[in-house]
């Protein structure tokens, strides 16, 4: 029988690779998030070279309700989850505490821990039932250390890193895995979206040496998720060989 994957923020960077990565390795897909257009792309370009099944949900993990809702609304064959990769999250501003723009915060709050709890809440009861799945956050070498300009940020990944754990320990009885995948700093919409748009400041963060991509972290995903039954992977820390930490980045 297929296994079914349930991938948030699909609509760029790691969670559509994560999803192209999935759909080749075998498995059906929910994508989800808020860009109906990105979805829709994404659906086409994977049947181009996959067969399998794609129900797009377009979701914003911020809206208690509306998650809550679509995922309750699943027709029943799509609610036999295998694997929910927790990828939705953002960074917004590069601003000290003391002059933190306060929208900036809710919206790292709302995404990168209200996001994934209200996803894990509504998702973690359909795998309870069955007694089996796979729980895989995507967080951050943020959840690890804290860097300047990254105060709320880096709050938000700790926060997403210790759930994690929490959510290890809760789901144990279910046999239910949970893992997370810490990236250190990966080329995507990311830096984009943390410049408010600002593309010169963007490439600047990726400049004089070679990063992590998208597809980078979509094996490792898919290597946690493949594991045979008896194995979990707890926590993988992912850097660019440039990187040794937050801070230190050898560039040319």
Same mark, same amino acid.
């Given at each position: 029988?297929?296994?079914?994957? @349930?991938?948030?923020?699909?609509?760029a960077?790691?969670? %559509? &690779?994560c /999803?192209?990565?999935?759909?080749?390795?075998?498995?059906d897909?929910i994508?989800?998030?808020?860009? %109906?257009?990105?979805?829709? +792309?994404l659906k086409e370009?994977?049947?181009? %070279?996959?067969?399998c099944?794609?129900?797009?949900?377009v979701?914003?993990?911020?809206?208690?309700? *509306?998650?809550?809702?679509?995922i309750?609304?699943l027709? !029943? *064959?799509?609610?036999k989850?295998?694997?929910? #990769?927790?990828?939705a999250?953002?960074?917004?501003?590069?601003?000290a505490?003391q002059?933190?723009?306060?929208?900036?915060?809710?919206?790292m709050?709302?995404?990168?821990?209200?996001?994934?709890?209200?996803?894990? +809440?509504?998702?973690s $009861?359909l795998?309870?039932? +069955?007694?089996?799945?796979h729980?895989?956050n995507?967080?951050?070498?943020?959840?690890?250390?804290?860097?300047?300009?990254?105060?709320?940020?880096? =709050?938000?990944k700790?926060?997403?890193? =210790?759930?994690?754990?929490?959510m +290890?320990?809760?789901m144990? $009885?279910?046999?239910?895995?949970?893992?997370? #995948?810490?990236?250190?700093?990966?080329?995507? !919409?990311?830096?984009? #979206?943390? @410049?408010?748009?600002?593309?010169?400041?963007?490439d600047?963060?990726?400049?004089g @040496?070679?990063?992590?991509?998208a %597809?980078?972290?979509?094996e490792?995903?898919? @290597?946690? /998720?493949t594991? $045979? &039954?008896?194995?979990?992977?707890n926590d993988?820390?992912?850097?660019?060989?440039?990187q &040794?930490? /937050?801070?230190?980045v050898v560039?040319?």
């Open positions: 029988m297929t296994k079914i994957a @349930f991938i948030t923020g699909a609509t960077g790691i969670g %559509e &690779a /999803a192209k990565k999935m759909a080749k390795v075998g498995y897909l994508i989800s998030g808020r860009r %109906e257009e990105n979805l829709i +792309r370009e994977i049947l181009k %070279e996959h067969q099944n794609i129900y797009k949900l979701l914003d993990v911020r809206q208690q309700e *509306e998650v809550f809702e679509k309750n609304s027709p !029943e *064959e799509w609610k989850i295998d694997l929910l #990769v927790n990828n999250g953002l960074a917004v501003g590069v601003s505490i002059d933190g723009i306060v929208d900036d915060w809710e919206r709050i709302d995404t990168n821990i209200k996001g994934l709890l209200y996803i894990t +809440r509504a998702v $009861p795998m309870i039932e +069955r007694k089996q799945g729980i895989i995507v967080t951050s070498i943020a959840g690890k250390e804290v860097y300047p300009g990254g105060n709320v940020y880096c =709050a938000t700790h926060a997403a890193d =210790a759930l994690t754990k929490g +290890r320990i809760d144990l $009885p279910h046999n239910i895995k949970v893992s997370s #995948v810490a990236p250190g700093m990966v080329e995507t !919409e990311f830096s984009i #979206v943390r @410049f408010k748009g600002n593309k010169d400041k963007a600047q963060v990726y400049n @040496f070679t990063p992590l991509y %597809e980078d972290i979509a490792t995903v898919e @290597f946690i /998720a594991r $045979p &039954a008896h194995v979990n992977i993988i820390l992912i850097m660019p060989t440039a &040794a930490s /937050a801070r230190d560039r040319n």
